[in-house]
């Protein structure tokens, strides 16, 4: 197979590394930027029961997205694996594979969500004066979930190959789009929630109109027909599965323990839940740079572990924890310092910003500990041992960010403080548990 600037098994490991996240960290911060300009704009023209509506049907549909993304994880694996080993064939089968298999699921996901939009805001305790508003977000969103799916499939098989410049310039486009739609509809039409929601479908579907001709131009090393993209390979699915049910599980329960950690704030009035719906948004902001990094390393090991160079992936991911932990630092004492100034880009309210200071304060302390185990579970996820990510992200969830949430909410009444500090908890444990697995198997050339 013919190689190309995208290999990633090659030269300096540093420089490689920075080459491919830096567009994708754009690119991360730009699909992040979609839920952040709605709330923001929201936040412009409407109050709070808007922008409650607004913060608790994108924490759905991140969970839904982060999901999609997970599952396509297998994709992005298999195919870096086969550019590394040179085995463009095997390539094109993995590619066939997951257009065929996320065109099916995407349909029938749907399909069953949009039956279901009612249950689920009922489901997250909405508070009542943002109910209706939050059934309609989510309405109007679950129709663009094809499009969702479209995008991170097409961006997974950009980045498996070492491309990640390409899924920026799409969700770039999208970004644009959705925010001039947001003042289009919330602030010229006054649609509320169903403007916010609205903008974000048509985003979406410019991103995929948009990638798929460029996706038939891009040279990759291997040439795909139009017939091989509808072709089916049961080995392909196996392995993509392999690697994509453990990733989508693990980051649909970090975002199932989000949701019910927002359940426990909805249940606390709505102030709490406006305060805990504005510090998700800043806190996945801030979770740019590790989320990036946890990309990028399961590209560049999963090449590097096919071409046979274990050590280029090691070398690789202490390259990231350095970089991610600094964040993480950097991150952590700003809003220790002055969280005002973050929380109050997204509310006027006087105890709103208070709430969301405190809760912002404990929680910041997670950019930290996430940091290590993003970077292991990146690291992992390339090697083909994604179940190690769903464990010990399963292990933090039920002994940690979880009850720690609950408990606070039940002794600490009066302050979001104590439960902002079940997350970081949370992250802990799992870097832990991360580190011993990994010098266990330091010691076979993992």
Not at 40 to 67: C, D, I, K, P, R
Not at 172 to 187: E, K, R, S, Y
């Amino acid at each position: 197979m013919e190689r190309n600037s995208s290999n990633l098994t090659d030269g300096n490991v540093k420089a490689a590394m920075l080459r491919f996240v830096l567009p994708y960290l754009l690119s991360c911060f730009l699909q992040t930027f979609y839920g952040m300009a709605d709330l923001f704009v929201v936040g412009l023209y409407n109050g709070s029961e808007t922008t409650t509506a607004v913060s608790v049907g994108s924490q759905v549909m991140h969970m839904l997205t982060v999901m999609i993304v997970g599952l396509a994880m297998g994709t992005t694996v298999r195919i870096a694996r086969a550019v590394g080993a040179g085995d463009g064939q095997d390539a094109k089968k993995t590619i066939g594979t997951s257009v065929v298999f996320f065109g099916v699921i995407s349909v029938l996901g749907m399909l069953v969500l949009l039956a279901a939009a009612e249950g689920i805001t009922a489901v997250m305790m909405t508070p009542q004066e943002a109910a209706e508003e939050t059934a309609r977000y989510l309405f109007i969103c679950f129709w663009g979930i094809p499009f969702i799916t479209a995008y991170n499939v097409i961006g997974s098989i950009f980045r498996g190959a070492g491309d990640s410049k390409s899924p920026m310039i799409f969700v770039a486009a999208a970004c644009i789009v959705n925010l001039a739609a947001d003042f289009a509809l919330i602030g010229g039409l006054g649609m509320g929630a169903a403007g916010a929601a609205l903008a974000t479908v048509i985003g979406q579907a410019v991103s995929v109109a948009i990638a798929l001709p460029v996706a038939r131009k891009v040279n990759f090393g291997f040439s795909v027909r139009a017939k091989e993209l509808l072709q089916w390979d049961r080995e392909a699915l196996k392995s993509l599965l392999a690697v994509g049910v453990p990733v989508s599980l693990q980051d649909g329960l970090i975002q199932i323990a989000f949701i019910v950690i927002t359940v426990i704030a909805n249940s606390r009035g709505l102030v709490a839940a406006t305060a805990v719906g504005i510090v998700e948004k800043l806190i996945s902001f801030m979770f740019l740079v590790p989320s990036a990094f946890l990309s990028a390393l399961s590209s560049v090991t999963a090449q590097n572990m096919g071409a046979k160079k274990p050590k280029r992936a090691r070398e690789s991911l202490r390259f990231a924890l350095l970089i991610t932990v600094g964040w993480g630092l950097f991150c952590c004492l700003y809003c220790q310092l002055c969280p005002q100034t973050l929380v109050g880009l997204f509310s006027g309210d006087g105890a709103v910003i208070a709430a969301g200071c405190e809760y912002l304060r404990a929680y910041s302390f997670d950019c930290v500990f996430a940091a290590v185990h993003f970077c292991f579970s990146g690291y992992f996820c390339g090697a083909q041992k994604s179940g190690i990510s769903f464990f010990h992200n399963m292990t933090s969830i039920l002994s940690a960010r979880i009850p720690g949430a609950y408990l606070a909410s039940r002794f600490f009444p009066e302050t979001l403080y104590p439960m902002g500090l079940a997350a970081p908890a949370g992250s802990f444990v799992s870097a832990l548990i991360c580190v011993l697995f990994y010098l266990h198997f330091r010691r076979k050339d993992l």
